[in-house]
């Protein structure tokens, strides 16, 4: 059974910085994709980031968000900083995505992990 656990979550100021981390169990995921979504109240799920054979971001989070992850470890990780209000949202770890295909086709999701920016 995969099962997929964040922790980082939090309450942060607007400037802040919250990093996220997503530990994958039950099998290895070194070749597929790996990424974080999110979803505000009232929104759609969003795409965040992405690792795989590339990192891909969304324009939004671009030069203040970084994703890493280590096979290894079997962990993916969400560095969040100069977060905005408008990154208040529930983060959710995904996996199983194609390798090629870092935004779509994820197969296993986390419970998700509430980020919250105070302005």
């Known amino acids: 059974q995969v099962q997929l656990v964040e922790s980082g979550g939090g309450l942060v100021q607007a400037g802040g910085s919250l990093r996220l981390s997503c530990v994958a169990s039950?099998?290895?995921?070194?070749?597929?994709?790996m990424g974080w979504f999110r979803q505000a109240p009232g929104k759609e799920r969003e795409f965040v980031a992405g690792?795989?054979?590339?990192?891909v971001y969304q324009d939004s989070v671009k030069g203040r968000f970084t994703i890493s992850r280590d096979n290894v470890k079997r962990t993916v990780d969400l560095q969040m900083n100069s977060l905005k209000p408008e990154d208040t949202a529930v983060y959710y770890c995904?996996?199983?995505?194609?390798?090629?295909?870092?935004?779509?086709?994820?197969?296993?999701w986390g419970q998700g992990t509430q980020v919250t920016v105070s302005s």
């Open positions: 995904a996996a199983g995505a194609d390798f090629y295909n870092i935004k779509h086709g994820y197969l296993y």
């Open positions: 690792i795989g054979a590339l990192t």
């Open positions: 039950g099998r290895t995921f070194s070749g597929f994709a």
